[in-house]
């Protein structure tokens, strides 16, 4: 039963019926348009994480390990996903139709996700309900700037760009203004005192604060470096400004798939399980294959194994689901949806007796390849699942100060990240970052011994 | 929310691919910082064996560099199953990812191959050795060729010329207006005759001692030397000759193939590979109408009684070829052209020949072999 047109059909027929069940059942979410595609296109929007996106080399680089890694066998897309209003799913054209149905109820799991979720609603408020065309706006953008300026220039412009594209503030709108350009003024209306004190003397010095002042930029440690950059490089072209504005209005958009992918994980595979054991208009073969196929996404090892050195997110997150439903109801587990990410919702409902039952442990592997499992103790547990989400999964850097020359200078706070940053990789960023910039950059960081480590492009600036 | 423009779109899905394009423009930039350090890669690539056109070269991808912490002295993680504190358990994704790679971005330890035209190599290597083109010491050389020159009534059909046909036909109807669209009188056919064009041609000598003193290694260097230089010359000369001589106490031609696989034992006489050499120009290459190269590859050892014949034999060479050159394949620095071979070579360099002579070591140092001896033809030529 693979992806015969017959199939297709029987899966068609079937969609409406599915989405009737699940509005019954309680999920509430922006429409879906599915979409059957060929398995290269599946593998080419997940690589780019958008349908329609700018070009750059190094997504040819993630395509082709992606090809590899299928023709190797090791991986298998049934399913990718895009929200918005309406959202956008596709399903591969190889998918059988047990797959199918079990990758419909999924889906409107993670669109119920993302239309209720808080992350996401105010993502989608601020970057529009579709980003899908957003994005190919961007992509045609960007093609109209390379007939412009020509390849090169736009490349050297996206490594810098996208090179950077975890380094936003998410807690920032994504239409920012500019700093204020002048410090507000200090007097307000001349009050009582303020005219008596002026007639003591008739030629009063003039107020130093009257004087509108160029604030220092930035005026705090600013680490939206994508809008910084944008807005403050000295030498930046107006085309220049958009690219980096596009690649960053993008990454608000990715933002929240990243910070809740357990809970969303989770939720829809807790759906697609319970869509389909309610749904008696199933042929009960294709019920079979689907319960069998969604028993395979769910399960924490692969076959032959003892212990997985990962946690698979749709286990861990749909067994905290099943024990929050049965705990709070389905409304309470909808206000946690609603509410939470990954941070709070690990930390909160991620309970003792769960990580034994899940049989979670934190391990540590050495340079050397061995491995040791260290503890099952939970705040550790915590923080060892949630350190790669941190800040975008990038370290914190910040820019600080622009020199009267232009010199940028970034600072790497190392106290957060625990270590330095890895010397020549941040180098080829500097280089990057230098070729729109345009004046010298800097970037201080801490050695292995955690003395201070100053890095510069051009190299001795 | 189904929708049934799935499958009719699916035909186009297939026309083109992005991961395709970004693909392919990676590897142009692989190829462009390859071509920064292509001497080092192609020096030993196997490029001779038969007459390949392609070289292929093992590159890595590259990698996007983003911000990233340095990899820590242990990695800490969350795993699932069943395990207690204290176990040890075998190296992660053991026989899964070949190679380091610590997950996550990094791509490391793939590995794909490039493949360069030899043609693009050896323009790039010129052009980034800035090195001279060769003069023709011999241009006069005559070649004939057909070529096209003006019209006739009568000719074959495949030598139509439509276009001379058409205003032909257009004259003839302006004083006739009602006359046929097209008579025998309108049409026109090329014409091809025999002329005589100057041409460059040249041949080249590439002989080899190999006498026991030469090992496998030697040989190497001398076979990736003599590629590169035959690379060289077939820029300047459009035909070009290659002769192939390999000697010990004898000499001997052979063709490509088998010449690089040639080992002899015993001792060494140079004469006789020079001998060769006057036999075949006297047989076959007119020094009158080709441009005679010569390079020569030994380790330096002859025989000290050969001295005299080698010395004339090679002078006679000299006196009517381009240029001569020496490669000494040699352990030593000290002993460097210092031996019998190099000294006889700098007394003709003396006398006023042609040549010059450069000492590998390895091959690495096979371009600034060619660098030497392509920069010293053109000056003592031009």
Not at chain 1, 228 to 245: Q, S
Not at chain 1, 313 to 339: C, N, Q, T
Not at chain 1, 344 to 360: C, D, G, K
Not at chain 2, 345 to 373: C, M, Y
Request: glycine share 8%; with cysteine; hydrophobic share 40%.
């Amino acid at each position: 039963m693979s992806g015969s047109p017959a199939a297709a059909d029987t899966w068609r027929a079937l969609v409406p019926q599915i989405e009737q069940l699940a509005q019954a059942t309680g999920l509430r979410y922006d429409p879906v348009d599915f979409e059957s595609v060929p398995e290269t296109f599946m593998m080419e929007i997940s690589v780019y994480g958008l349908p329609v996106r700018m070009p750059h080399w190094s997504f040819g680089v993630r395509y082709i390990s992606r090809l590899i890694q299928h023709r190797m066998g090791h991986s298998k897309l049934f399913e990718v996903v895009f929200p918005g209003n309406p959202g956008h799913a596709y399903l591969a054209a190889g998918n059988s139709l047990a797959e199918n149905v079990l990758v419909t109820a999924h889906v409107l799991g993670h669109a119920d996700f993302s239309s209720n979720n808080m992350l996401f609603r105010s993502s989608q408020s601020q970057v529009g309900p579709n980003i899908v065309e957003r994005a190919a706006t961007h992509a045609h953008q960007i093609a109209m700037a390379i007939e412009e300026h020509g390849a090169k220039r736009v490349e050297a412009v996206l490594d810098a760009a996208l090179a950077l594209e975890q380094h936003i503030d998410v807690n920032q709108r994504v239409r920012r203004p500019r700093y204020p350009e002048t410090a507000p003024k200090k007097p307000g209306p001349p009050d009582e005192f303020r005219r008596r004190f002026a007639a003591l003397d008739p030629d009063p010095p003039r107020e130093a604060a009257a004087e509108p002042q160029r604030p220092r930029v930035p005026p705090h440690p600013e680490r939206d470096l994508l809008w910084f950059i944008a807005n403050y490089a000295p030498d930046l072209e107006g085309w220049e400004r958009d690219v980096f504005l596009a690649v960053r209005e993008e990454s608000f958009y990715f933002y929240p798939v990243f910070a809740t992918q357990i809970m969303n994980e989770g939720w829809a595979s807790y759906w697609h399980a319970r869509l389909l054991r309610e749904a008696s208009f199933l042929p009960s073969e294709a019920y079979v294959d689907a319960i069998k196929c969604h028993s395979d996404v769910v399960r924490p090892l692969a076959t032959g194994e003892q212990v997985a050195l990962a946690v698979n997110p749709y286990h861990v997150g749909f067994s905290m689901w099943e024990k929050i439903v049965e705990r709070d109801g389905l409304e309470g587990a909808r206000r946690i949806m609603r509410e939470d990410d990954d941070f709070s919702f690990i930390r909160n409902h991620l309970t003792p007796e769960l990580a034994t039952e899940l049989q979670l442990f934190r391990f540590g592997a050495e340079r050397d390849g061995s491995v040791s499992v260290l503890d099952s103790d939970l705040p550790k547990l915590h923080d060892a699942l949630l350190a790669p989400k941190y800040n975008f999964g990038a370290p914190s850097i910040a820019a600080t100060r622009i020199h009267v020359d232009g010199t940028l200078e970034l600072l790497h706070d190392h106290q957060t990240d625990g270590r330095g940053l890895d010397p020549e990789r941040a180098t080829r960023v500097l280089e990057y970052i230098h070729r729109v910039w345009r004046r010298p950059v800097k970037l201080t960081t801490v050695n292995t011994s955690g003395g201070g480590l100053q890095l510069c492009v051009p190299a001795g600036s | 929310m189904a929708n049934s423009q799935g499958s009719a779109l699916s035909g186009w899905y297939d026309l083109f691919s992005r991961g395709a394009r970004d693909w392919l423009r990676h590897n142009e930039k692989v190829a462009e910082s390859v071509r920064k350090s292509l001497p080092e890669i192609v020096a030993g690539a196997d490029v001779l064996s038969g007459g390949a056109r392609t070289v292929r070269v093992p590159v890595r991808f590259l990698e996007h560099y983003h911000f990233q912490l340095r990899s820590p002295e242990r990695r800490e993680g969350v795993g699932e199953g069943d395990a207690q504190p204290g176990d040890r358990i075998g190296p992660p994704d053991a026989g899964r990812k070949p190679g380091k790679g610590e997950g996550g971005r990094d791509q490391g330890g793939l590995e794909f191959m490039l493949e360069f035209q030899v043609d693009d190599i050896v323009d790039w290597l010129w052009e980034e050795m800035k090195l001279p083109n060769l003069q023709a010491r011999v241009g006069k050389a005559e070649e004939t060729d057909w070529m096209r020159e003006g019209w006739d009534r009568r000719g074959a059909r495949s030598r139509l010329d439509r276009r001379r046909s058409f205003r032909e036909s257009i004259k003839r109807r302006g004083s006739q207006p009602d006359g046929p669209a097209f008579t025998d009188e309108d049409l026109r056919f090329r014409q091809l005759t025999r002329r005589e064009q100057p041409a460059t041609q040249a041949v080249v000598f590439l002989v080899m001692d190999v006498s026991g003193s030469m090992t496998d290694d030697d040989r190497k260097l001398a076979k990736s030397f003599f590629f590169w230089a035959v690379q060289g010359l077939r820029r300047q000369y459009r035909h070009l000759d290659t002769v192939f001589v390999a000697h010990t106490t004898e000499a001997w031609e052979f063709d490509e193939a088998q010449f690089f696989e040639v080992r002899g034992s015993g001792g060494t006489v140079a004469s006789t590979g020079f001998a060769k050499v006057r036999e075949i120009v006297a047989e076959r290459f007119d020094p009158s109408r080709y441009n005679v190269y010569l390079f020569y590859a030994s380790d330096g050892d002859n025989a000290t009684s050969d001295r005299p014949d080698a010395e004339r034999g090679l002078t006679e060479i000299a006196a009517y070829s381009n240029y001569l050159g020496y490669l000494e394949v040699t352990a030593s620095t000290s002993r460097a052209l210092a031996t019998e071979t190099g000294e006889l070579f700098q007394r003709l360099a003396r006398a006023g020949r042609p040549t010059a002579s450069f000492a590998v070591r390895k091959l690495e140092e096979i371009w600034d072999a060619v660098r030497h001896f392509f920069q010293h033809q053109a000056k003592a030529v031009g």
